[in-house]
């Protein structure tokens, strides 16, 4: 059984043929249909999605909602790739659960309509797992060490890695996430971001996490941000060809590796960050794994290796040097 908190909205349509605010009689609306979202943040509650995949139970939420259970009749890609699920009580209206409020007043409309499979039943289920900021070296990513490239997946905490600045440091923590392939599928946050050989001064193909940062050093980091070399997240750097957003069969293992500072190490042969020690601390999540691992607490500052290109900084961005 998954836990899982969704925001609720009501299924109202705007379709030919029906009034606003009418119920479909159909289980799904059928694609090309538009979906009225009403103002305001939506029903927050917390389910729990049952291993049969056909059901949620209401955990946490109203007064009058918990333990309350909802079928789910299938699901919904809204335009602007936004993953709904249809929530039907036997006794009661539809519902639309999303993983975040839908943005309101819209009408937006239905760009793929499914009914519900085994499968399905895990394709919202990742909001628990997955954290904010999606960073990582994912699949087996040659990293540099002393003892030449070695694949991420076999690093341990205690290993010497080379550091673009410090030398030789070795790892205090390494966190591994799970992405699988059907929360890809429906969240396009989470695709990773493929380097093609000479993409970045990689060697070989590189897959990171979609908010990973590379450091970037040619005209881009002078002309936009006045520094001779800045870090800025993958996904800000893709163009279509070379550098481009892949969905990987079988899902993905991100991988962050963690030192006493924030470093830039070689990922097969492109530069790129380590896991930043403040951000960790500021992850709730990530930061009690840390502690509950770490033998002694980190022994470097906080601060960026690198300047750092925030996202919203980071549009527009020549996706070409």
């Known amino acids: 059984m998954t836990r899982n908190q969704f925001i609720l909205h009501p299924l109202p349509l705007v379709e030919d043929g029906l009034p606003d605010g009418a119920q479909p009689e159909a289980p799904l609306p059928r694609v090309s249909a538009r979906l009225h979202v009403t103002g305001g943040p939506g029903l927050a509650v917390v389910v729990e999605i049952e291993a049969a995949g056909d059901r949620v139970v209401v955990a946490e939420g109203p007064e009058d909602w918990p333990g309350r259970v909802l079928r789910i009749a299938g699901r919904l890609v809204l335009q602007d790739a936004i993953p709904v699920l249809v929530l039907r009580a036997d006794d009661g209206p539809a519902w639309i659960a999303s993983l975040a409020a839908l943005p309101g007043p819209a009408v937006l409309r239905v760009t793929a309509s499914s009914p519900i499979t085994p499968q399905d039943a895990d394709l919202l289920a990742i909001a628990e797992d997955a954290p904010s900021r999606m960073a990582g070296f994912c699949g087996n990513s040659l990293i540099d060490t002393p003892e030449g490239p070695r694949p991420v997946a076999a690093l ?9 600045s410090h030398g030789s440091q070795p790892l205090r923590w390494i966190g591994r996430q799970p992405i699988p392939q059907a929360a890809m599928a429906a969240r396009s946050d989470l695709l990773p971001v493929r380097f093609e050989p000479g993409a970045l001064g990689n060697t070989r193909p590189l897959l990171v996490a979609p908010q990973h940062r590379m450091l970037l050093g040619d005209w881009r980091a002078q002309v936009y941000f006045g520094e001779d070399q800045v870090l800025v997240p993958a996904n800000a750097l893709v163009n279509g060809t070379t550098i481009r957003h892949v969905l990987p069969e079988g899902g993905l293992v991100c991988h962050q590796l963690l030192f006493d500072r924030h470093e830039v190490i070689l990922a097969e042969g492109a530069l790129a960050e380590s896991l ?46």
């Open 276 to 321: 930043h020690p403040g951000e960790a601390a500021a992850d709730a999540r990530l930061s009690q794994d840390i502690a509950a691992r770490l033998p002694a607490p980190l022994s470097g500052r906080h601060g960026a290796a690198y300047p750092i290109v925030r996202p919203g900084e980071a549009r527009g961005l020549p996706t070409d040097p």
């Open 156 to 164: 341990v905490p205690g290993d010497l890695v080379t550091t673009l």
